[in-house]
C-alpha cells in the first residue's frame, strides 16, 4: 500500500518535472526564433517568460536571462545574415565593447531595487523598446529606397 | 575619416546606454540596439539585425551574470535548459528572416511587447 503510494508519488512527481523540463524546452525554442527573426538577444521576451510562465522573482528571471544570453546562442542565426552581407563587423565590435561596460554598471544599479520596483521599471522599458520597434520600418523603408535609387541612378 | 571616428565614437555610446539596459533588465541590449542603429545611423532593417547579433555574440553579460549570481540571482538549471532551445530556433528564425519580409513581423512584436510591458508596469505584486 504504502509503497505503491509512493510509487505513485514519484510518478506524478517525474511527470511534473518532465512537463517543466518540455515547458522550459520549448520555451527556449521559440525565444530563438524570435532571436533569428528579430535579430535580438531574446532577453526582452525572456524574462516576461519566466517571470509568468515558471513564476521566477523578477531579479531571479533578469539573472537566468543574462546567464542564458552568455553563450553565442545567436551564431547560427548571424550566419545566416552573414551570407547575405548584412553584417557591419566594425559597428558589432564597438557595440559588444559599450554592452560589455554597460552591462556591468547596469546591473549595479537594478540589484538593490526592490522587485516591484524593478518589475514596474521593466515594463515601461518594454513599452519604450516597443515603441521604438515600430517606429522603425517608416524610416527603414524610405532609407532603402533612397539606397536603392542611387543605385540605379 | 573623421566622420568615420565620429559614427564610431556615437555607435561605442548608443551601445554603452544599451549595454545599462542590458544590465539593468537581463536583456541582451539587441532589442534596444536594433533599432538605434537604424534611427541613430540609418541602418536598413537587416543590417542593424544582422550587426546587433554580433555584439550579441561576445559574452557581453558576463560581468552583470557574476554580479546576479553573487546576490543568488541566477537559476542555473533553468538557464542550461533554455539555452540549446535558443540556439536552434536562432537558426530556424534566421533562415526565416531571409525569405519574408519582417516588417509586419515586426510591428506584430512591437505590439505584443508593449502589451507586455503595460501588464508588467501595471500588476506588479
Known amino acids: ?37 528579430l535579430g535580438i538577444g531574446g532577453g526582452v521576451v525572456l524574462v516576461p517568460a519566466l517571470v509568468y510562465l515558471l513564476h521566477l522573482d523578477q531579479h531571479m528571471a533578469q539573472g537566468t536571462s543574462l546567464f542564458v544570453l552568455l553563450p553565442p546562442v545567436g551564431v547560427g542565426a548571424l550566419r545566416e545574415y552573414w551570407k547575405q552581407g548584412q553584417v557591419d563587423l566594425r559597428a558589432g565590435v564597438l557595440c559588444a565593447l559599450g554592452m560589455l561596460l554597460g552591462a ?8 538593490p531595487l526592490a522587485s516591484r520596483t524593478l518589475k514596474a ?29 542611387q543605385h540605379h541612378g | 575619416m573623421a566622420e568615420g571616428a565620429g559614427r564610431d565614437a556615437g555607435i561605442f555610446a548608443s551601445a554603452c546606454v544599451c549595454g545599462v539596459a542590458s544590465g539593468m533588465f537581463g536583456i541582451s541590449g539587441g532589442a534596444l540596439l536594433v533599432p538605434l542603429l537604424g534611427l541613430l545611423f540609418a541602418f536598413t ?39 540549446p532551445g535558443v ?17 509586419r513581423m515586426r510591428q506584430i512584436f512591437a505590439v505584443i511587447l508593449f502589451l507586455l510591458g503595460a501588464v508588467q508596469a501595471v500588476f506588479t505584486r
Open chain 1, 1 to 37: 500500500m504504502v509503497c505503491a503510494r509512493r510509487v505513485t508519488r514519484t510518478a506524478v512527481w517525474l511527470i511534473i518535472l518532465l512537463q517543466m523540463t518540455l515547458v522550459i524546452l520549448l520555451l527556449g525554442l521559440g525565444v530563438g526564433v524570435l532571436v533569428g527573426l
Open chain 2, 87 to 103: 540556439f536552434f530556433g536562432g537558426i530556424a528564425g534566421g533562415a526565416l528572416a531571409k525569405k519574408i519580409r519582417p516588417q
Open chain 1, 121 to 149: 521599471l521593466f515594463g515601461c522599458f518594454l513599452m519604450l523598446a516597443a515603441i521604438l520597434l515600430w517606429a522603425k520600418p517608416r524610416l527603414d523603408g524610405s532609407v532603402s529606397r533612397r539606397s536603392e535609387e
Open chain 1, 104 to 111: 556591468y554598471a547596469g546591473s549595479f544599479v537594478a540589484l
Open chain 2, 45 to 83: 532593417q537587416h543590417r542593424a539585425q544582422g550587426t546587433s547579433l554580433v555584439a550579441v555574440i561576445p559574452p557581453t553579460g558576463i560581468l552583470a551574470v557574476l554580479a546576479y549570481s553573487k546576490e543568488g540571482f541566477v537559476s542555473w538549471r533553468t538557464g542550461l535548459l533554455l539555452i
